[in-house]
């Protein structure tokens, strides 16, 4: 594939990370039906494919796939050059039954995962850790030592705050006490983000504008809604990704959203490109958007979401796109 991703600064970090990060959190994952979504070789293959189109910058979490993603990463990553690579997780989510202590922010379970994970990566550091939700049990000014400590001890080298939308107070608040400690802040946010979800705009966008966090959305793409997939009226395709259907169509298969689905489609034409080509390149060109995260069942479809980097928008067509509102505070 004849493609070179480039690099964007991360926040305030230095650090600089592919415009595009390739999120794995389909590796590993069980269907309703018992079958895997990506396996182990599937996996390694769209790594490989990732990699050859020069990304970089690659998501998981401790629970995707039951901690299997971090696993196979680690296999694939034990040929190469470690330091080469920008790899980010995400803990929070329970990872035993019946141990009170084994979720949420609390220092035991921070301390105990964040070994477990660089375990099962095959690595002596994180390059970003992010919380995978805000733990109200654990107080913020604990909770920031505590991954104070992780960076401290070269566990970790980033923070970051995943999935707050649109609640940015409380990433407001936590690099506050952060600040007045001198400890390690949040520098960068993983927010639902994409052209018909967008109620990171009220508040949450220019929070991290202003406090030069950078922002990399997941769910860019609504689910498989702005691949343009889907028609007005019309069944849902077999291959349809959405989970929990009924509610997904519910907020997705609206008339607003789809009125953004012909804007979309428009400027795909205009360009040549795909409707997910054009999503994403919406958010490549949005001055407040770091890098969103992209998945992949198979190698052909991670190519073309990869080659969003190679469509260029005039003022005039990223306008369009901005200006063409669906259903901003969709609940999903």
């Not at 080298?157 to 990433?171: D, E, Q």
């Not at 927010?191 to 990171?200: D, G, K, S, T």
């Not at 069942?297 to 063409?324: C, H, K």
Request: include cysteine; proline fraction near 4%.
């Amino acid at each position: 594939m004849e493609l070179e991703l480039e690099t964007v600064s991360m926040g305030r970090t230095g650090l600089e990370v592919s415009e595009i990060a390739f999120g794995t959190w389909r590796f590993g994952r069980e269907t309703a039906a018992g079958n895997l979504e990506i396996s182990r070789e599937r996996g390694h293959e769209l790594l490989d494919t990732y990699e050859t189109a020069g990304g970089r910058f690659i998501d998981t979490a401790d629970v995707y796939g039951g901690g299997v993603s971090e696993e196979w990463i680690g296999e694939w990553l034990a040929d190469r050059n470690r330091d080469e690579y920008v790899i980010a997780s995400k803990v929070f989510w329970p990872t035993r039954e019946d141990d009170p202590n084994a979720g949420g922010l609390n220092r035991k379970h921070l301390r105990n995962q964040i070994d477990a994970m660089l375990d099962r990566l095959g690595t002596e550091y994180l390059d970003v850790l992010y919380i995978h939700r805000w733990d109200d049990a654990t107080p913020a000014r604990e909770l920031m030592r505590t991954l104070n400590g992780l960076v401290d001890d070269r566990k970790v080298h980033y923070l970051g705050a995943s999935t707050f939308r649109p609640n940015g107070w409380r990433i407001s608040r936590a690099n506050e006490i952060a600040r007045q400690y001198g400890w390690e802040p949040f520098t960068i946010t993983q927010p639902r983000y994409n052209l018909v979800n967008r109620e990171i705009e009220a508040e949450y966008m220019e929070m991290c504008r202003e406090l030069d966090i950078g922002i990399a959305p997941w769910s860019p793409l609504g689910q498989g809604f702005l691949t343009g997939k889907y028609e007005r009226d019309a069944d849902m395709p077999d291959d349809s990704t959405a989970s929990d259907s009924d509610r997904w169509e519910q907020n997705y298969l609206t008339e607003e959203n789809f009125d953004v689905l012909d804007d979309v489609r428009a400027v795909a034409a205009d360009t040549g490109a795909s409707p997910a080509q054009v999503a994403l390149a919406f958010q490549l060109h949005h001055p407040n958007i770091t890098a969103p995260i992209v998945g992949a069942r198979t190698t052909d479809q991670l190519e073309e979401n990869l080659r969003a980097a190679t469509v260029s928008l005039s003022d005039e067509q990223f306008e369009r796109l901005d200006e063409s509102k669906g259903d901003p505070y969709g609940a999903i």
